[in-house]
């Protein structure tokens, strides 16, 4: 008999469910005998691999006998380069989930309060329930975070605040403006981690001058990945950029080798690859205007979105809905999780993707409508 390992895990970690991750291609085809799946449901690039990263990963296949280099001199140098930081600025990540986590842990004890916003990424609560610290879940508004509230919640407990900008699931999206303002707020030895996962799908004018306020606010952490529009979710790259001193204690907490030679080659591929870039932003915000128009057309409810995603708002049951759409070999994400509990998310696929998913959904509906 083995003994019972749940009692042996610490506190914060038996309040810990499992991460629900999009529904993998071939785990639908397995189930339901399924070919031509379109799977929009991780918020990943429809537009593949562009052709320097390829060429970036052949070239790095026979080196895969050695360590990869733990310091990831070369992207760091080049996202310095790119931003106009020091490279001791940057901390990297096996995705910038990595980073977050590592914020997490290398900052908050189980007295800490880390506070974050309703219907805001599920990493949040998790690495701080992880690690047995309070979470403080500051009530939405209009679907996204609430600065002012989040500002009153904060204690002389609160050690960390989770922003996502824009927010997933819900798209939402702060302006720089309310942004700079909060961050005035905070006091200084209270660690502001703004995600800014989605941040190049924001049109230019919108976008937040954030680099520039590490400066300024010494408190600050931003965090950018290579998952979203640089197209590389599977190769798990991604990073925080911070005062040096801030990532000098990331950098003894993380794992010498947490980002492979694979990931750090085609990381750096990818931020050279402007074209591909570009491409994939404008189809997404192209596309996205057309999945926008079509639920409004159809008096589909939706939440605007500034990301690669859309979250809908039914009338039917969200569960069905996605079940039916399985059935019709089109993934998209459940996030009831999310306390989202009329809503479902859906990706901004290809043009194609888009219309199969369009069709199947209208299909759906109709049939549920009619039960
Ligand atoms: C996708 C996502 C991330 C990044 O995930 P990684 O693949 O680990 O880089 C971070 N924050 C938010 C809000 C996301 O949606």
Known sequence: MSCDFFALANTGVQGLHPYQAGKPTDELERELGLTNIVKLASN????GVGQLVKAALDQQLAGITRYPDANGFYLKQALADKYDLAPAQFTLGNGSNDVLELIARSFVTPDHEVIFAQHAFVVYPLVTQAIGATGVAVPAKDWGHDLPAMLAAITERTRLIFIANPNN???????????????TQVPKDVLVVLDEAYFEYVDKELQAPSITWLTAFSNLIITRTFSKAYGLAGLRVGYSMSHPDIADILNRVRQPFNC???????AQAALSDHDFLTASVALNNQQRAVLETFFSDQGIGYIPSKGNFITMELTQDPAA????LLHKGVIVRPVAGYGLTQHLRVSIGTELENETFMQALLTVLAELDAL
């Open 169 to 183: 699931p819900t798209g939402t999206f702060l302006t720089a403006e309310a942004l700079y303002e909060f961050l």
């Open 44 to 47: 990943e690039n429809p537009l």
């Open 321 to 324: 809905v996605y079940q039916a």
């Open 260 to 266: 492979n030679s694979f990931a750090l080659a085609a």
